[in-house]
Each structure stands twice: as C-alpha cells, then as structure tokens.
T-cell receptor, first 116, second 113 residues
C-alpha cells in the first residue's frame, strides 16, 4: 500500500487566491513527522513546512500552513495568497519513528499552476 | 555559504559505462542520502549514510554503490548493472542531532544512451 498519497496530479489556482494541496498517509507508528517540499522547474527541493504527530497546533510558515487531521491521516498544505512564483511541483513526505535512518517516504507530487 | 553541491548538473554516458555522481556538503551534517526521481514521480531512496564509513541500502539500491570516506562527501556510482539509469538524482543531508529536515542539493540529471 502507498504510504503517502497525493491524489491531485495537477491543479490551477488564480493568483492571490488560496489553494489546498491534499496529502493522506498510512502508518502504524504513533510518532512520525510530515513534510512538504516545493520543487521548481530547476529541480531543487525546497523545504516548506513540518508537522510532528504530537504537535497540537497546525504548523504555519508564512503563507504556508498545514491542515493536520490525525484521525483522518491527512496533512494538507494550504497556500494563501498564491503568487506566480508558487508554480511548481509540491511533494508531501513522511518520516516514521521505526526508521533508524530517518528516511523520508515521498508521495507522487502535485503540479500547481498559478494563473495571472 | 553553507549548502550541498552536486556536479555536474547534466551528465551524459554511454550504456555499459559506470558513472559517479558527486555530492559535497559543508553543513557539518552527519547523515546523507541519495534519491532518484523519474519524470512526473516522487523521490525514491537509493542509499543513505548516518555516519562516516557506514551506509545502508534504501528501496532501490540495486545497480548502485556508494562510499562515505569523509563526512562532507557521499558519491554515488551508477553501475552498468542498473537497468534504467536515466533519471534525476538528488543528494540530501540532515543534521542528525538537531532536526528531521533534509536539505537537498540542486540535483544531477543523468542521461544514458
């Protein structure tokens, strides 16, 4: 079974509007962490935001927030006030406790396109 | 400036040749990782190393080899045994004592014909 599922291969959003990118995960660990990375066309992976499974508050970093619903095993990324520079691939990833190397498992990604 | 460098950005090789991709970091991170990305897909872990002179296989290690002789360097060799080596390769590092975030290099796009 897929550990990280991103069901939206591609999405459009109008500039200045908010957009939600979906991510569901599957783990039997009680302790885990969820990440979102942005990958522009140049290829580098840019860390956006992190949510620990025991964090009581949803993580926020500037225009990025993570809508963490533990019972539903979802960790959706919300981008407020979209900008043209937000057009990129976005990846959700998970780190599980039973993972000595702190390896990340990535989802298949969502391509976000911001329209002017 | 601290960071991770991967060179070259683009690499071309003939089938049957081994090729080594470099990854250097000056972040003083203990852990380093190699990922492979195919077009339109997520990243898959090839190898990782948590400390000098030690490394572990990831999900798709077949046809690849690594070494970790120095803390700052983690080169990846794509051998002729790798059946489909054309891909984008990303190196990452992590400060094992501080956070879970992995910092990524700019990547190397390998094309084998």
């Amino acid at each position: 079974a897929q550990k990280i599922t991103q069901t939206q291969p591609g999405m459009f959003v109008q500039e200045k509007e908010a957009v939600t990118l979906d991510c569901t995960y599957d783990t039997s660990d009680q302790s885990y962490g969820l990440f979102w990375y942005k990958q522009p066309s140049s290829g580098e992976m840019i860390f956006l935001i992190y949510q620990g499974s025991y964090d009581e508050q949803n993580a926020t970093e500037g225009r990025y927030s993570l809508n963490f619903q533990k019972a539903r095993k979802s960790a959706n990324l919300v981008i407020s006030a979209s900008q043209l520079g937000d057009s990129a691939m976005y990846f959700c990833a998970m780190r599980e406790l039973n993972n000595a190397g702190n390896m990340l498992t990535f989802g298949g990604g969502t391509r976000l396109m911001v329209k002017p | 400036d601290g960071g991770i460098t991967q060179s070259p950005k683009y690499l071309f090789r003939k089938e049957g040749q081994n090729v080594t991709l470099s990854c250097e970091q000056n972040l003083n991170h203990d852990a380093m990782y190699w990922y492979r990305q195919d077009p339109g897909q997520g990243l898959r872990l090839i190898y990782y190393s948590q400390i000098v002179n030690d490394f572990q296989k990831g999900d798709i290690a077949e046809g690849y080899s690594v070494s970790r002789e120095k803390k700052e360097s983690f080169p990846l060799t794509v051998t002729s045994a790798q059946k489909n080596p054309t891909a984008f390769y990303l190196c990452a590092s992590r400060d094992s004592g501080y956070s879970y975030e992995q910092y990524f290099g700019p990547g190397t796009r390998l094309t084998v014909t």
